[in-house]
């Protein structure tokens, strides 16, 4: 029986002579573009670093507008102001995604409707989404989750049948692809996350891409404390398609907050952004080589990946894990493992938000409760999510994107790893 490293063995992988890849991704041309926006004296509002992003990240996801902002939780929320989403209105999302999907929800004073996900790829499930639908339905935020892409094709022709806003949640997604089209260009809107965890980053930011022109209009004027257009006629008259520009709400202002992006954000992102297809192709070929591997290992299973999916795009890379195949070992004991074995984290999915330790919305009753009805609306306990759960408590095994960046032997060291681990379970059940 070989030693494993939880055990004081050998790990299969030794960090300190083979590292794994870095993340963030960083060279001379970041440092040259902070060092041009901090002597340019332009570090904010509208400015050429921000205007050239908006412009690329509209060309990259194929979409006519992009509307940079400080997070991929404040774009959630103007997604949902501009879609004119309120009290008395449901949204409904995956029970499992980051808190900020739902939070936001409640930020807008409307009710998060909580559904289950798909066993095979853990993104939501059309059916799930066809049971929740009411009156008061007025979108869905449907959430491509680490590896996976939901299935716009049922999305759509459910939302088309109901009269609903699609706001896709692309904080995983960054340059994914269904039927060629690209995340954040196939629902109303599309919201990104820049955070430094994600694809693409500049420690935090955001944006929303969208072809609606109001849209467009509104989300300008939402993340910057609700001017108008006549700002954003200056940023982006550029890149306009002219016969849809008709700023007819010059002059007049929205309610809202300050939400924007800084030039040296936007600066990392532009660079990021060069970048990004060519790490994405890499991450894509690694993630279908590391399935392959996956499907020949007893007790694991790979994601299920649709042949829709014409370009994957990895936040995390997960695979689903059975515990009876490993004598029982609890998944938390057998992430342990491969994180020792590995040397990288080896993490659990998100924690099914209708029982999240940071998803807690009756806990600020001064903000959220606008009447009793929807206090008890709001509380996540009252959602079943038995996918959610099983996925989260037993199967989930999630690893950062930059496992995928590096070479082939990379991923035959977690096959490895794997392995090792399947061979000697028993010695973790004392
Ligand atoms: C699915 C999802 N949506 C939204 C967000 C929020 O993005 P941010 O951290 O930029 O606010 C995240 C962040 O992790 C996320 O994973």
Redesign the pocket.
Known sequence: MEKLALLGGKPVRDIRVNPWPKWPVWDQNEEKALIETLNSGIWSYNGPMETEFNRRFAEFTGTKYAISAA???VT?QMALEACAIGVGDEVILPGL??Q??AATIIDVNATPVLVDVCEDNWCIDPKAIENAITPRTKAIIP?HLYGSFCDMDEILKIASKHHLYIIE?C??KHGGEWNGLKAGSIGNIGSF???LSKLLTAG?G?ALTTNDFKLAERLDALRNCGRRPIEMKKAVDKYVDKGAGVYSDQGNFLQSGNYRITEFQAALLIEGLKRLPEQNRVRDENGIYMNSLLAAIPGVTPMKRDKRETREAYYNFSFRYKQNEFKGLAVSKFREALTAESGIQVSPSYEPLNNCSLYVPLTKPARHKLNDKYWKGIDPKRFRLPVCDRIYHEESICIHHKVLMGIKADLELIAAAIFKIYDNAESLLK
């Open positions: 997070n991929g939780t959630l995604t980051w900020a999907t959430v949640d904080a995983h996350s820049f955070q935090e955001g």
